[in-house]
């Protein structure tokens, strides 16, 4: 990998400074001037660093996507030892962000490009360049990925901006749900106005929490499945144990034995176990393909 000065695919002047290289003694034109209108990413690597050979092309994606909203500095610190000890440079790669002529964020070692893109994002959102909207969006693709800890940064600096925002407000409970901390999770979708907890978002991570909270009730699964095969009319150990699955991650096995109890007998206890089916859906989400599959099957039984 070379680390010349980057070109545009369409070899624009405008686009080629938005990366670009940079020296100790060009570190106030190159990135300090600049940094009052625009945020600028610098990046300081070395040619002996393997992680920073992985890392600048990403970044220099990234950068270029954004279409000029922020730029990107690139410095080798081998050759310019004088800037990066002013910044205390001690590991590579390390990447800071400046705003105004001063560091404001950055982060050491490499990344994968969504964690990137949200730090990004997080740069021009507080630059007032990108809606709130869209940075939800980046959060939920984050939070979809399993990264959570950006996911929960990105939510935050929403919050920052509107702490009642419920999109966020849910996003953020749910990465403390799905890292474990069902309290928490708890305490944050209740911070929600009360006009937004019907949004589908909301429901979701509530209907979520409560399928945590019961299945952390419900006891163990193997006591439950003997109490059904000794019993199989003990309808309530089936439910729980359908809740038991269900927070264990087995849903199709959760899915079968709430249609099999609701065909069985669908009054039984007031409709428990359609409440807690659709309870379930709603904890799924409309992109879990067991949620369409199990409205269809549970309308064929309503419906016969």
């Known amino acids: 990998m070379e680390f010349g000065t980057s070109k545009p695919a369409g070899g624009s002047a405008g686009a080629a400074e938005i990366i670009k290289d940079a020296t100790s003694a060009s570190f106030r034109a190159d990135v300090l001037e600049p940094s009052r209108s625009v945020p600028v990413i610098v990046d300081f690597w070395a040619a002996w660093c393997g992680p920073c050979r992985q890392l600048t092309p990403i970044i220099e994606k990234v950068v270029r996507s954004y279409g000029g909203k922020v730029r990107l500095v690139k410095i080798n610190v081998d050759e310019n030892q004088a800037v990066a000890a002013q910044l205390r440079v001690q590991s590579l ?13 950055g982060f050491v070692g490499a990344q994968s490009e969504s964690a990137i893109k949200a730090f990004v994002d997080r740069l021009v959102a507080s630059d007032a360049e990108a809606s709130l909207d869209e940075l939800v969006k980046t959060g939920e693709d984050l939070l979809e990925k399993g990264e959570l800890q950006a996911a929960a940064e990105v939510f935050a600096t929403v919050l920052q901006e509107d702490r009642t925002n419920a999109e966020a407000l849910a996003g953020l409970a749910s990465c403390y749900l799905k890292s474990g901390d069902t309290m928490r999770a708890r305490q944050t979708l209740g911070l929600v106005p009360p006009d937004k907890q019907q949004l589908a978002a909301v429901r979701s991570v509530d209907a979520a929490i409560l399928l945590a909270e019961k299945g952390s009730d419900t006891g163990h699964l193997g006591e439950l499945q003997r109490r059904v095969h000794e019993n199989p009319d003990d309808y309530q150990a089936r439910l729980d144990l359908a809740v038991g699955l269900a927070a264990s991650g087995q849903r199709s096995e959760a899915l079968d034995l709430l249609l099999d109890l609701i065909r069985t007998d669908r009054k039984w206890n007031e ?4 409440k807690q089916l659709l309870q379930l859906f709603d904890a799924w989400g409309p992109k879990e393909p067991l949620v369409a599959e199990g409205r269809r099957r549970l309308s064929s039984i309503l419906f016969s």
Do not use: H, M
């Open 93 to 105: 790669p390390t990447v800071l962000a400046f705003r105004d002529g001063q560091p404001i964020d």
């Open 271 to 274: 409709e428990a176990a359609r």
